[in-house]
């Protein structure tokens, strides 16, 4: 009797590898058109390709420090303002008699050194501002 159940349990292994093996060549047949054979595995690069950090923020500040001054000679050419007797010799092209000095009082002094500072204060905030927003394009984009 055990022989017999010996025989029926290899009968049974043969018969599942039997069937095992025709379904595993249907399926394949099926997707022989799905199949994808990697020829050459993928190169993992050394280094980022790209944003060159360093290339930005030189580049950045060179356009900044160009246009800064091309604004400052365009409003500096602009402006019509006389300040003081030489410019006023060289307009008129005669002499000046007398030149009257500016008088400002302690209040006067004090606001205007106010006015300073908080314009330098706002110039740094908002450079600030957009060197963030520019990084962050650059990050995004590039």
């Known amino acids: 009797m055990a022989a ?3 025989t029926a349990l290899s009968n049974t292994s043969l018969l599942d590898r039997k069937l095992s093996a025709e379904m595993a060549t249907q399926l394949e047949a099926k997707q022989q058109g799905e199949r994808f054979v ?3 595995p993928a190169q993992v690069p050394d280094a980022p390709a790209g944003p060159n950090r360093a290339l930005f923020t030189l580049g950045g500040i060179l356009v900044g ?3 800064g001054a091309a604004l400052a000679v365009a409003v500096e050419m ?3 303002t006389v300040r003081n007797e030489k410019e ?3 307009i ?4 000046v008699l007398a030149g009257i ?11 205007n050194i106010l006015r300073s500072v908080v314009a ?13 927003v520019l990084s962050g394009f650059a990050t995004r984009f590039f």
């Open 4 to 6: 017999t159940t010996a």
């Open 38 to 40: 990697i020829l050459d």
């Open 65 to 67: 420090i160009f246009a």
């Open 78 to 80: 602009a402006d019509e």
């Open 88 to 90: 006023a010799t060289q």
């Open 92 to 95: 008129a092209g005669k002499s």
């Open 101 to 111: 000095p500016e008088m400002l009082t302690r209040k006067q002094s004090t606001l």
């Open 120 to 132: 330098m204060a706002i110039t740094v905030v908002v450079s600030v501002g957009v060197g963030y």
